[in-house]
């Protein structure tokens, strides 16, 4: 039986500087480590390329080490009681009850959007959930994307007062943005395609990004929407700041893990499509059936009936049951850390496919996942 995840509902009002604490500090868990420790060395990481080996190495060493954000609201950040909560932690919670059966059996590494490449190649983690784009080049160098479990789109946020309306209006401005991310080369294009002469300010991360943004070091900031919200709603007068409208670029989210290991692989992206047809299926953490409903296609993902390759996977028959009774479907986590903070689903890219007819299906509904059978 898993122990059944402890919930922070609420996000308390706090600035930027609580952020900037919050990243310093350490989970009441100690789960935090620094990214430069890695597994103990050539021995622990030795052949977990190899399809089945990540999976066992897992399983000795009791934790799945995950690479998050910690000082982004709604994704992952430190609570009032020092927790590490949010979307994206608990997207490995859940794969950490599906292979260790307890969704505290974590490790996580908080990363700076530069470390998050080698880290991902030397195998010194077992998966990353810190928000990162899908990307061909990062395809191809870092590892292997699951599913899309966020649609997002990059934009500018400004002081209200500059009275800066559309993107275009930006021309000759200062612009925030941060290192090594997707939203860096974004700005660029934009800048160069559109004849924007605009000052491009470099930043090392995000919350120093976004310290120089209310600092008045830049006329904007640039980031993806959902970031953007997020980070708003941490400041002393949010009001005084507005998300333009529009987006310069798609951005694209979810979990990835090293290349390699196919069982490892496999393994994640069925737990997040147990997370996306449970609530397809209209099933969450207080209905998780246990005995047989007469639908197949609920009996056979929760393990009651029939199999979906879990057993090939290294994965218990129940996996199902335990995961949602332990995180809740996927909509559960988005209304527990995002929906609560003010990024709206319904209707958006974020929605269901299920709850969009198909001709309707660019607009929205397209979060999905192949079928559990």
């Known amino acids: 039986m898993t122990k059944k995840l402890l919930i922070a509902v609420a996000f308390p009002t706090i600035t930027i500087f609580m952020l900037i604490a919050c990243s310093n500090g350490e989970s009441s868990e100690k789960s935090i480590e620094s990214p430069a420790k890695e597994l103990d060395s050539d021995t622990e990481t030795q052949g977990l390329g190899e399809s089945g080996k990540r999976l066992a190495a897992i399983q ?145 991360d995000l919350i120093s990004t976004n310290a120089a943004y209310l600092a008045g070091q830049c006329d904007s900031l640039t980031s993806v929407h959902s970031e953007m919200i997020l980070i708003r709603s941490g400041f002393t007068a949010p009001d005084d700041h507005i998300i333009l409208p529009g987006s310069i670029a798609e951005e694209p989210i979810g979990p990835l893990v090293p290349h390699g290991d196919e069982q490892w692989y496999d393994i994640v992206k069925t737990v997040v499509a147990i997370l996306i047809y449970a609530e397809a299926y209209e099933i969450n953490s207080d209905n998780v059936p246990t005995e047989l409903t007469g639908r197949s296609a609920v009996d056979r993902l929760f393990g009651l009936e029939g199999s979906y390759g879990q057993d090939k996977l290294g994965l218990s028959k129940t996996v199902a049951q335990d995961i949602i009774l332990a995180v809740g479907n996927y909509g559960e986590i988005y209304e527990r850390h995002l929906a609560s903070l003010g990024i709206a689903r319904e209707g958006s890219r974020n929605a269901l496919w299920a709850d969009a007819p198909c001709g309707e299906c660019p607009k929205g509904g397209q979060i999905y996942a192949a079928p559990l059978r």
């Not at 709604?74 to 609570?79: H, N, R, V, W």
């Not at 969704?103 to 996580?108: G, L, M, N, Q, R």
């Not at 983690?125 to 810190?130: H, L, N, R, S």
Request: charged share 20%; net charge negative; proline share 3%.
């Open 60 to 204: 000795s060493r009791g934790k799945v080490v995950c690479a998050i954000d910690n000082s982004v609201p709604g994704f992952g950040f430190a609570d009032e009681t020092g927790n590490i909560v949010g979307f994206s932690i608990d997207i490995c919670r859940a794969v950490a009850v599906a292979v260790l059966g307890d969704a505290y059996a974590t490790e996580f590494r908080s990363m700076t959007y530069a470390e998050r490449g080698p880290a991902l190649q030397s195998g010194e983690i077992d998966m990353m959930t810190k928000s990162t784009t899908w990307t061909s080049s990062r395809d191809a160098e870092w590892g292997n994307f699951a599913q899309t479990i966020f649609y997002d789109g990059q934009g500018f946020m400004v002081p209200k007062d500059i009275e800066v309306h559309n993107l275009l209006d930006l021309k000759g401005s200062k612009i925030c943005v941060a290192q090594g991310t997707t939203t860096e080369l974004n700005v660029q294009d934009f800048n160069n395609e559109n004849n924007m002469n605009m000052d491009i300010i470099i930043f090392p």
